[in-house]
């Protein structure tokens, strides 16, 4: 008994070029369907290439079933095919893994490297080594102005900072506060001998933050405000739906930034500031519902140092929440 299957060239599951589209197998008699059924999803299974037809097709001998199908080009009678089950519903679903007759797939030394270095990442979240400011007292404008350094000297932008100061736009020494050229092995090893040479740690943490930021678009950075305050921040630019009266004006740039900390009187603390041009929306959750009292009865207090560096708040809303932390 036949069952035909079409290869359709669906998108592969996994972005490898080794591996060949999905094949859906379609109109499966029911005796060939029941033999299907019993194999579970994930399940790999092989399947051999028996005979080629004259309209270029193939009969293929899969889990004891013959199924026509159409297969890459270079495929050959006798061939062996490593598939993999990823759906039952509505039809049974393959992966067909290496492309038959082809040669392996091979990567660059470059690719090589990354896929070494993104291997060997133990955090996506850039690690303070010191505490930013050196007491909780230090006023709010500097403590920004340290956070703000810690991502600006963080290596993550080094490319575009070069490029600044080829531009004029930027002096070289603030080029040479960043970890390339602080690590004593710090430039990224020539394509051709990449994935032979050993890179300082420091800097393949910081290539594979750049390659995860690349990724997804947000930063993360966690470590000490001042000795002893713990902080995690991330910062990332979100998608800003042009409003329709506005529709041939430049649409704002909008970024949002998440803060969490726990304060010895406040408690945990979390916090997500968005920002569309001037305009400010902050919302804040927080562990203790004292806390969260507290918060909203200064409410006033955040909105006028707001309005004070030029910026409105347009939104704050403060909710008691235990997984604020």
Do not use: C
């Not at 008994?1 to 060949?20: E, K, N, Q």
């Not at 004006?249 to 979390?270: C, H, K, M, N, Y």
């Amino acid at each position: 008994m036949v069952a035909p299957i079409d290869i359709v060239g669906t998108r592969s599951l996994v972005p490898l070029a080794s591996l060949y589209p999905l094949g859906a197998i379609g109109d499966v008699r029911e005796e060939a369907s029941a033999r299907l059924a019993q194999l579970a999803v994930g399940q790999k299974i092989q399947g051999t290439v028996q005979t080629l037809l004259d309209d270029g097709s193939f009969i293929v001998k899969l889990a004891d079933t013959a199924v026509h199908t159409n297969l890459p080009q270079g495929t050959k009678v006798g061939d062996q095919l490593q598939l993999t089950l990823v759906g039952t519903q509505p039809r049974a679903t393959f992966l067909l893994e290496g492309e038959p007759g082809a040669a392996p797939a091979t990567f660059s030394p470059t690719a090589r490297l990354i896929d070494s270095l993104q291997q060997q990442a133990t955090s996506t979240a850039l690690l303070g080594k010191t505490p930013l400011v050196s007491t909780g007292a230090t006023p709010p404008a500097q403590i920004a102005t340290a956070l703000q350094t810690a991502l600006t000297t963080s290596g993550i932008f080094y490319e575009s900072h070069v490029q600044q100061w080829a531009n004029g736009e930027r002096p070289l020494a603030d080029v040479l506060r960043e970890p390339q050229n602080i690590n004593a092995r710090s430039a990224v090893p020539a394509a051709a001998s990449a994935a032979d040479t050993g890179l300082n740690p420091d800097t393949a943490r910081i290539v594979n933050l750049q390659l995860n930021t690349l990724d997804i678009p947000r930063v993360q950075w966690q470590g000490e405000v001042w000795p002893g305050q713990q902080m995690q921040w991330e910062v990332s630019e979100q998608a800003h739906q042009q409003k329709p009266d506005k529709a041939a004006e430049a649409p704002e740039r909008s970024w949002q930034s998440v803060v969490r900390f726990d304060l010895p009187t406040l408690g945990q603390i979390a916090a997500t500031i968005t920002l569309i041009g001037d305009h400010v929306q902050v919302q804040v959750r927080t562990a203790n519902p004292d806390s969260a009292q507290t918060l909203r009865l200064h409410g006033a207090h955040l909105s006028q140092a707001l309005e004070a560096a030029g910026s409105k708040l347009d939104l704050l809303t403060v909710k008691q929440d235990e997984q604020a932390g």
